[in-house]
């Protein structure tokens, strides 16, 4: 308990906003800001064209900014992990063939016979 108590202690307040730093640097956080931004102003300012009050007018433009601001922000985690899941793939298939063919950073010429052959239709195929 005491270890929290002093912890509580040292934080201060520059470390929540420090660490929030954290949240804006990230490029799905800004795309989907930007984007909820956009969306909302629109439907606020469509809102007040069709001579709808100021305060729906804001709600409408805070419900659509939510709205697209959380949908934008799944669909680019979700991208995000796609891509991180191909590149491990890729790395995991790429450090496979590398173990198969006897092959070092240096590289050898094992693997450019064998894609020289696959290539040039005299030798294995690469499919």
């Known amino acids: 308990m005491a270890a929290i108590a002093s912890a509580a202690r040292q934080a201060d ?18 795309k989907s800001f930007l984007w909820g931004a956009g ?17 729906a007018a804001s709600g409408a433009a805070a419900l659509g900014a939510m709205a697209t601001l959380g949908s934008q922000w799944y669909l680019c985690r979700q991208q995000e992990y796609d ?3 191909a590149m491990r793939a ?14 070092t950073t240096g590289g ?5 016979d064998y894609a020289y052959e696959g290539a040039a239709g005299t030798g294995h195929s690469s499919a």
């Open 13 to 30: 307040w520059t470390d929540v906003v420090s660490s929030a730093g954290g949240i804006t640097s990230n490029p799905c956080f800004a």
């Open 39 to 55: 969306v909302g102003t629109l439907l606020g300012g469509h809102r007040l064209k069709q001579g709808g009050s100021p305060l």
């Open 83 to 85: 891509r991180k899941l």
């Open 90 to 103: 890729y790395a995991a298939q790429a450090a496979a063939i590398q173990a198969g063919m006897g092959t």
């Open 108 to 112: 050898s010429d094992r693997a450019a």
